[in-house]
Antibody, heavy 117, light 114 residues
Framework: QVQLVQSGAEVKKPGASVKVSCKASGYTFTNYGIIWVRQAPGQGLEWMGWISTYTGNTNFAQKLQGRVTMTTDTSTNTAYMELKSLRSDDTAVYYC??????????WGQGTLVTVSS | QSALTQPASVSGSPGQSITISCTGTSSDVGGYNFVSWYQQHPGKAPKLMIYDVTNRPSGVSNRFSGSKSGNTASLTISGLQAEDEAHYYCTSYTSSSTVDGVFVFGAGTKVTVL
């Protein structure tokens, strides 16, 4: 079945970087994009950006420009999201999801990133 | 502040129908048929329930339906069941230059089954 499996929870200090992986299976990886969405504790969903797994083209939320990098490895069907210069308000569950035009399905299980000194 | 406006909460009794609204602008909801809806239970990942305004993915109950009128999209749950208690989020493609990103989410609606 189509599945996205993300890497495990991370605890980081302010100013550090985190890299979250998202391994896809059950479909042709390069036929769909990957989006990244985060959810702060008790809050709603925030769109972070999108990457084309076919071309590598990306589109990020402006507020994250300069701090976020999205990449893919088509040899392992894995997408990566790296966020740098972490702040306390980056504490959230980070989700990847398969993207087809304007809908996202399925989603990974989520990765909790905690930023704390 | 979310670009799409949803009611904070909606409730109904088992068997009843409820409707969740999602109001945007002509730059998002009103301008494109790219509205989708996601269900999220506590501690779980979101699940696609409706895409492209009215389409239901295979495996999603036909008790869930979507529609749109002008700048407002709606998700209707008929025959409400206890398992429908969750948060529901709408999202839309946006071409607005004042919105950060190309997709925007609503703030979410908590559905309570009484």
């Amino acid at each position: 079945q189509v599945q996205l499996v993300q890497s495990g929870a991370e605890v980081k200090k302010p100013g550090a970087s985190v890299k979250v992986s998202c391994k896809a299976s059950g479909y042709t990886f390069t036929n769909y994009g990957i989006i990244w969405v985060r959810q702060a504790p008790g809050q709603g969903l925030e769109w972070m950006g999108w990457i084309s797994t076919y071309t590598g083209n990306t589109n990020f939320a402006q507020k994250l420009q300069g701090r976020v990098t999205m990449t893919t490895d088509t040899s392992t069907n894995t997408a990566y999201m790296e966020l740098k210069s972490l702040r306390s308000d980056d504490t959230a569950v980070y989700y990847c999801a398969r993207a087809s035009s304007a809908w996202f399905d399925p989603w990974g299980q989520g990765t909790l990133v905690t930023v704390s000194s | 502040q979310s670009a799409l406006t949803q009611p904070a909460s909606v409730s109904g009794s088992p068997g009843q129908s409820i409707t969740i609204s999602c109001t945007g602008t002509s730059s998002d909801v009103g301008g494109y048929n790219f509205v989708s809806w996601y269900q999220q239970h506590p501690g779980k990942a979101p699940k696609l329930m409706i895409y492209d305004v009215t389409n239901r993915p295979s495996g999603v109950s036909n008790r869930f339906s979507g529609s749109k009128s002008g700048n407002t999209a709606s998700l209707t749950i008929s025959g409400l069941q206890a398992e429908d208690e969750a948060h529901y989020y709408c999202t839309s493609y946006t071409s607005s230059s004042t919105v950060d990103g190309v997709f925007v989410f609503g703030a979410g609606t908590k559905v309570t089954v009484l």
